[in-house]
């Protein structure tokens, strides 16, 4: 019997030790064609210290739903999205920024459409994301054009119905982002009667979970550090990057050839000038009552990793 307690208690340290040293895991949140297709084209997931179990999500409402409810760790997502998330009292932060032009944030329409103008959308029913760039973009639009936002019908809807639904004219409009807009344009499905440059921000973030940046700093520092190196290498290696992104997604080189070099994405550290863009965005949503609380972004962006991704911006500068 006492034989027989030593080997249960041998075994029960064994254990012990064994989730002790256990690999780490950091859970990821992709979008099609984000992240793990840049990372993986850089080079830079090689020799991970950790384990990352990546999840790809469609947009990024469902890929915010999944970190609030810590399904995951850390995901990319839009600065609209994010706020929207924030605001309705989701747990994260942004622990990345990036910047990027906004030429491929767009409200689309059909090739044989009367609308040439944001204007001439008034009274017409425009698709989008709700809380999305997309819902972002038509509601900067609105303004801009000093429209009501009952001069517009929206249709809250996924990447892939409001696509079908713009081609097969049940919708006047299409509010997206990229690789949606570059798909459409080049293919000859839709035109571009409006885009983002001017009045949205062009702010995209890393949004990580407050108990994964209690648990997880570590790895989430890693993490950004070879994210930051991908968007330096990505800059002067578009082509190579566009090859291997349309691998991966099975789409031809041409549409994010389009994208990237229209986007030049990069990233920024989490500021002064951030945190204002950011406010910017909230008090949009505010103002349209997409949010009723208004909150400080300052509260809700984390510059703590901000030598983390600047480490990678100069491993990539000086290879």
């Not at 997502?77 to 906004?102: C, H, K, N, Y």
């Not at 009952?150 to 409001?162: K, N, Q, R, Y």
């Not at 006047?172 to 080049?186: G, K």
């Not at 863009?277 to 009552?289: K, P, S």
């Amino acid at each position: 019997m006492k034989r027989i307690s030593l080997i249960a208690a041998a075994a029960a340290l064994a254990l012990s030790w064994g989730q002790a040293w256990a690999e780490p895991i950091l859970k990821v949140g992709d979008q099609r064609g984000g992240s793990r297709a840049l990372m993986e084209a850089a080079g830079v997931l090689k020799d991970l210290p950790y384990k990352i179990e990546w999840s790809e999500f469609p947009a990024a409402a469902p890929l915010l739903e999944a970190l609030n409810a810590e399904a995951i760790d850390t995901g990319i997502v839009g600065d609209a999205p994010f706020t929207f998330a924030v605001a309705s009292g989701a747990p994260i932060r942004a622990i990345l920024a990036t910047r990027a032009e906004q030429g491929g944030l767009a409200v689309l329409v059909r090739p044989d459409s009367p609308v040439q103008t944001f204007a001439d959308l008034k009274g017409k029913r425009i698709g989008t994301g709700r809380g999305s760039v997309g819902h972002q973009l038509v509601l900067a639009a609105l303004e801009d054009a000093k429209l009501a936002k009952s001069d517009v019908t929206l249709s809250f809807l996924l990447p892939a119905d409001a696509k079908a639904a713009l081609t097969s004219g049940s919708l006047d409009a299409w509010s997206t982002w990229e690789p949606y807009t570059s798909q459409l344009v080049l293919s000859g499905e839709a035109r571009i009667v409006r885009d983002g440059q001017g009045i949205t921000p062009g702010l995209g973030f890393q949004a990580a979970h407050i108990e994964a940046i209690g648990s997880k700093r570590a790895e989430l520092e890693d993490f950004v550090r070879r994210l930051g190196k991908a968007r330096v290498w990505e800059s002067v290696n578009r082509e190579a990057y566009a090859a291997t992104w349309a691998k991966l997604i099975g789409l031809p080189k041409e549409i994010p050839l389009r994208w990237f070099a229209g986007a030049n994405t990069r990233p920024v550290p989490i500021d002064a000038e951030v945190v204002s863009a950011e406010q910017r965005t909230i008090d949009l949503y505010v103002r349209n009552g997409l949010i009723t609380k208004a909150i400080k972004a300052a509260d809700v962006l984390d510059p703590s990793f901000n030598q983390a991704v600047l480490s990678g911006v100069q491993e990539a500068a000086a290879r």
